[in-house]
């Protein structure tokens, strides 16, 4: 998008985020947590292989499937290194997780969150927080920004993760998906 020149500045950024980038957590991120964190709360870890197949799915380009793949195998690979000491956790995980054929990050963040037994509401905004730094930082190289302006953008955003959250509590799994034409076609152009 920075490349089109859609994404020019922190306002072209900040109405990005608050438009497409909203819908997409909202709607996708989300509750793919939320469901995949439900389910190994409840020991149902045979639903994960489907929202790890529909984390999948969503995503429209090779690219995006890769990169959350990516993400998603190295936090399990660190994760069951760390647990090896804790056998009652590190079993939890390794059972969860042979559900997974594609380690989607969503997925496997959530069952790590559901393990170490966060709660949902402070795991689905830590998931947003962490998304949302990890979309707006890359504004220090491609958009010139300084650290203390991609800090101020993060902070003025504090006031809707909250609301995202909420709205995000609704989607139910058959309503979860997102279009974005803009940003599917910049992503396969990169």
Same mark, same amino acid.
């Given at each position: 998008?920075?490349?089109t020149?859609?994404?020019?500045?922190?306002? *072209?950024?900040?109405?990005?985020?608050?438009?497409?980038?909203?819908?997409?957590?909202?709607?996708v991120?989300?509750?793919?947590f939320r469901?995949? %964190?439900s389910?190994?709360?409840e020991r149902?870890?045979?639903?994960?292989r489907?929202l790890?197949?529909?984390?999948?799915?969503?995503?429209?380009?090779?690219?995006l499937?890769? $990169? !959350?793949? !990516?993400?998603?195998r190295q936090t399990?690979?660190?994760?069951e290194? /760390?647990?090896? $000491? $804790?056998?009652?956790e590190h &079993?939890h995980?390794?059972?969860a997780?042979?559900?997974?054929e %594609?380690?989607?990050a969503?997925?496997?963040l959530a069952?790590?969150?559901?393990l /170490?037994r966060?709660?949902l509401a402070?795991?689905? $905004?830590?998931?947003a927080?962490?998304?949302?730094?990890g979309?707006v930082?890359?504004?220090i190289k491609?958009?010139r920004?300084?650290?203390g302006?991609? &800090? *101020? /953008?993060?902070?003025s955003?504090?006031?809707?993760i909250?609301?995202?959250?909420?709205y995000s509590?609704?989607? &139910?799994?058959?309503?979860?998906? *997102? *279009? !974005?034409?803009?940003?599917d076609?910049?992503?396969a %152009? %990169?």
């Open positions: 998008l920075v490349q020149g859609e994404i020019v500045d922190e306002e *072209t950024l900040t109405a990005f985020v608050r438009a497409e980038f909203a819908d997409a957590l909202i709607y991120e989300l509750p793919l469901l995949a %964190h389910a190994v709360r149902r870890f045979e639903e994960l489907t790890d197949q529909l984390s999948r799915a969503l995503r429209p380009t090779r690219e499937r890769a $990169s !959350a793949s !990516a993400i998603g399990y690979l660190l994760f290194r /760390i647990t090896r $000491s $804790s056998d009652r &079993q995980l390794v059972r997780c042979e559900f997974l %594609h380690f989607q969503p997925v496997v069952v790590l969150a559901a /170490i966060i709660p402070p795991a689905l $905004s830590a998931y927080q962490m998304l949302l730094a979309f930082a890359p504004g491609l958009l920004f300084g650290p302006q991609v &800090q *101020t /953008i993060l902070f955003f504090g006031g809707d909250p609301q995202w959250v909420e509590l609704t989607v &139910q799994m058959e309503e979860i998906g *997102t *279009t !974005a034409p803009r940003w076609i910049a992503s %152009h %990169h």
